[in-house]
């Protein structure tokens, strides 16, 4: 079982930057694939990011590349959402996920354990 606690979500202008962070309950951290998504209002939940279990490699929606940076750093069982150049379209409650595969995987199905998520409010 693994617990996720997102935290760093909040109330940003257009154009500005926040940095989510997660973390991760247990000492198998290092086993899971890492994806952030988000939801917003009346929408259905969307991919937005995934790192690989050693970093090594990233995937990312097309609606966030080159704004977003996914990364982790397994010795704090934590992995970040560095988002930049805030758009109002980028408001959501944004969540991480665990998946126990070996791949970059972008659908919510194949998730395995899911944060509460963190609210994300960028005004224009």
């Known amino acids: 079982q693994v617990q996720l606690v997102e935290s760093g979500g909040g109330l940003v202008q257009a154009g500005g930057s926040l940095r989510l962070s997660c973390v991760a309950s247990g000492r198998t951290f290092s086993r899971y694939g890492m994806g952030w998504f988000r939801q917003a209002p009346g929408k259905e939940r969307e991919f937005v990011a995934v790192v690989s279990r050693s970093g090594d490699s990233t995937y990312y929606a097309d609606s966030v590349k080159g704004r977003f940076t996914i990364s982790r750093d397994n010795a704090k069982n934590t992995v970040y959402l560095q988002m930049n150049s805030l758009k109002p379209e980028d408001t959501a409650v944004y969540y991480c996920?665990?998946?126990?595969?070996?791949?970059?995987?972008?659908?919510?199905?194949?998730?395995?354990?899911w944060g509460q998520g963190t609210q994300v409010t960028v005004s224009s």
């Open positions: 996920a665990a998946d126990r595969g070996f791949h970059l995987v972008t659908m919510s199905y194949e998730y395995d354990y």
